[in-house]
């Protein structure tokens, strides 16, 4: 069903030829008055309507810190949506000088679109394509996705930022459902743009989920809940629920590990416990030792299984998401990787000294990258990891196996999807679009950023390279970023010589 239209009205007589084009414009949300502002396309010029920051939850502070997330209250006085929203979630991150960035008053939506409706349109409503961020549940931003080459072609972009990380996923009480609480502030975000999206000219009929990564890990697992009503279709972009390391997490060892760092640290509890603290002392929950002993890479604070079956949102396991399969089979589906997905995780191995001793210890990389399900020391942990090395090495390890050991950590990256491709169609007759990318070009800033004093020549499109392809402002924020702490550059040209 869509929404009714909205009333539209301006600060400054806004009129629908354009007279200013840096007018600000209003928009009646259930909230209240949200203000915006124009911008203009990169290419073509075109000229859009931004709303940034604008609030689907309330602030997840206090009382709601660690809390599912709530719907936001209503506005007394027009919110001002006019300027760049760069609020990200609490998290840490290499780009920011001394590790930490963003703030826990985060759960905001950036929205774009060609045309706000009018009273005497009768265009149809437009699509509208809902990005959300990746970077393993542990960092990302919304504000460097910018909607360019999207709007060119007329579609509404929305970016959501959500809580990662230690204030996304750690879960303090055992006995209550708050868990999980950064996938469920996606979910609270689509309800948001379910019900006001008409207000933009957005049909909340044709809302698309576009994400890659652990992002897409996600998506393609709320096609198994109920919320998949909340929208019509979804692009899968390197990831799916297969992956080997979703739910891996010890998340009550986590909990106990950080109350103990912070006992040692001189804080009560992890309730009032300042965020930059939380976030130096998360990042100390895993040593070594763990690494070894583990069969998974350990992020602290990742995905969690819940146990409540009536109200989770997460099932215990895969069998129990292959059983809701054929319930959204009628949803399109659009689902691929890049042709060489592990270049930004093997291409550093060969700044490492040790790289080459490394690789002949081929048992000690099989639990960090393959997932493997037999617990490390075991027989069966050595016989897989042989299997494994016979398969990809074939002759013995050298200073030539880079390739080999490439090609084998690409695959860890598109066996879940290839896995999830084929248990959809064994239980759907609907069609699954399937792509692989492998263009290069001056957008595949990944791979530029790996590559960067290397001295390797690699073929295809790394981790993340066709996101650029999607959106200029990805592309210029991390093309920004290597002109400044990156010598030689590693993007060359402007955006204009790609054309």
């Keep these: 069903m869509r929404l009714p239209k909205a009333t539209v009205s301006s600060q400054n007589d806004w009129r629908t030829d354009f007279m200013e084009a840096e007018c600000n414009v209003q ?33 997840p502070l206090g009382k709601l810190r660690f809390k599912n997330p709530k719907p936001p209250l209503k506005w007394k006085y027009p919110f001002d949506g006019t300027t760049e929203f760069h609020g990200a979630c609490a998290q840490s991150h290499i780009v920011h000088k001394h590790g930490l960035y963003g703030v826990e008053d985060c759960l905001h939506l950036n929205i774009y679109t060609p045309e706000l409706p009018k009273h005497t349109n009768t265009r149809p409503m437009r699509a509208v394509i809902l990005w959300i961020h990746g970077y393993a549940f542990t960092s990302g931003f919304s504000h460097i996705h910018g909607p360019d080459f999207l709007i060119d072609n007329d579609i509404i972009v929305v970016t959501l930022t959500h809580r990662i990380g230690v204030f996304g996923f750690m879960k303090l009480n055992e006995t209550d459902n708050h868990t999980n609480m950064g996938l469920k502030d996606i979910i609270r975000g ?50 799916s629920m297969f992956a080997p390391s979703l739910f891996h997490n010890d998340h009550q060892f986590e909990k106990n590990k950080l109350e103990q760092y912070l006992k040692q640290n001189g804080f009560k509890n992890i309730s009032s416990t300042p965020s930059s603290d939380l976030l130096t002392l998360s990042s100390k929950i895993y040593n070594k030792n763990d690494f070894m002993n583990t069969q998974m890479p350990l992020i ?26 054929k319930k959204f089979s009628e949803i399109p589906i659009l689902i691929g990787f890049n042709s060489r997905e592990g270049i930004t995780e093997v291409v550093p191995f060969i700044h490492n000294p040790g790289y080459l001793k490394l690789l002949k210890a081929f048992k000690y990389i099989v639990p960090f990258f393959g997932g493997c399900s037999y617990k490390y020391g075991t027989q069966e ?26 090609t084998y950590v690409s695959d860890l990256y598109k066996f879940p999807i290839y896995k999830f491709i084929q248990t959809y169609l064994n239980l759907s007759d609907n069609p699954m679009y399937v792509y692989k990318f492998n263009y290069v070009g001056k957008f595949n800033v990944a791979k530029a950023t790996a590559i960067a004093g290397a001295n390797v020549k690699i073929k295809g499109a790394a981790h993340g390279d066709e996101i650029c392809y999607k959106e200029l402002k990805m592309y210029t924020f991390w093309n920004d970023l290597y002109e400044k702490y990156y010598k030689p550059h590693i993007c060359h040209g402007t955006v204009k010589e790609e054309l």
């Design 27 to 59: 928009v009646k949300i259930d909230q209240g008055i949200l203000v915006g502002t124009t911008e203009e396309t990169l290419f073509e010029g075109k000229i859009y309507f931004a709303f940034y920051g604008v609030p689907f939850a309330r602030p």
């Design 190 to 239: 689509l309800k948001w743009i379910h019900r006001n999206i008409g207000a933009f000219g957005g049909n909340n009929d044709n809302i698309t989920i576009m994400s890659s990564g652990s992002a897409a890990t996600f998506v393609s697992l709320l096609l198994t809940t109920k919320f998949r009503k909340l929208f019509a279709k979804v692009i899968i972009q390197s990831g």
């Design 381 to 406: 942990y050595y016989d897989i990891g042989e299997v494994i090395k016979k398969r990809y090495f074939k002759d013995d390890i050298n200073e030539q196996s880079f390739d080999d050991f490439l």
């Design 300 to 325: 602290p604070f990742m995905p969690i299984k819940e146990t409540n079956a009536m109200n989770s949102l997460l099932h215990q396991d895969s069998p129990e998401f292959v059983k809701t399969f």
